[in-house]
């Protein structure tokens, strides 16, 4: 009889400390309007976007009128350098750096330009601004939304690797291009347009 | 009896709060594990501007 109350007590104690750990976890809410005009408040949503994406699949800036962007997932050639996406108007996730959710920042990168002298995807970047948001939308179909939070030209030769690809407090997902001036001896662009976004919390 | 039912609720307790807390925290926020950078940026333009 002993027994058998313990366990009923211990049972309870399971569900009351379940019941307690559930209400005890911050719930966050957002409650904003973005460039789409919905508001968001729930904290469902939030929880959805705070999670970890599985590998990114597409990508939509409205902003620039691009819905639904290929995510292609590259890594690094020979020389250390990051890989470009195999179709223009696609964009390439860096895959061996952060994973898009986590702490850190994690980088996509498009053409500028096409070898047809047409813009790729990735032409009317520097039109992006701060509040801008970006979508991006893993295998599964879960999105999370990013908010721009800066715009900056870095040299080629002076390219700021870590800050752009290393560890950060702060969930980023940064898109590159090319930007400047052709450089027709070394055949490249001469900067490097870096768009920094935060994960909307 | 009431003594060791009291203790063993608190500890039922304490125990699934703790593990419910850490499963959701890591859950929520989720570290990497290990990450590599490039030496240089991408070449993502063919100089036709």
């Known amino acids: 009889m002993k027994k058998i109350i313990l366990v009923l007590f211990l049972f309870f104690g399971i569900g009351s400390g379940l019941v307690l750990a559930r209400y005890a976890l911050p719930e966050k809410k957002i409650n904003e309007v973005d460039s789409e005009g919905t508001t968001s408040n729930s904290v469902e949503e939030v929880r959805v976007k705070d999670a970890l994406l599985k590998k990114p699949a597409h990508m939509s800036i409205p902003k620039l009128g691009l819905s639904n962007i290929v995510v292609e997932h590259v890594g690094m ?7 470009v996406p195999v179709v223009d108007d696609n964009v390439a996730w860096f895959q061996p750096g952060y994973m898009p959710g986590s702490r850190g920042n994690s980088v996509l990168a498009g053409h500028f330009d096409k070898p047809t002298g047409d813009p790729a995807v990735f032409y009317r970047l520097e039109l992006m601004e701060v509040g801008d948001k970006i979508h991006l939308t893993d295998v599964d179909g879960v999105t999370q939304t990013y908010r721009v939070i800066d715009k900056v030209a870095y040299p080629y030769d002076n390219f700021p690797t870590s800050f752009v690809f290393g560890k950060s407090d702060r969930k980023m997902l940064n ?12 055949q490249n662009y001469s900067n490097r347009l870096v768009v920094f976004s935060e994960l909307v919390e | 009896m009431i003594r060791l039912s009291i203790i063993t609720y608190i500890m039922g307790l304490v125990l699934s709060f703790v593990m419910l807390t850490g499963v959701m925290a890591q859950t929520i926020t989720p570290e990497p594990t290990m990450v590599e950078e ?12």
Do not use: F, H
Not at chain 2, 40 to 46: L, M, Q, R, V
């Open chain 2, 38 to 49: 490039p030496t240089s940026p991408p070449a993502t333009g063919y100089g036709v501007k």
């Open chain 1, 175 to 186: 898109l590159i291009t090319c930007d400047g001036t052709w450089d027709t001896v070394n």
């Open chain 1, 77 to 83: 050639d020979g020389n250390g350098q990051m890989e």
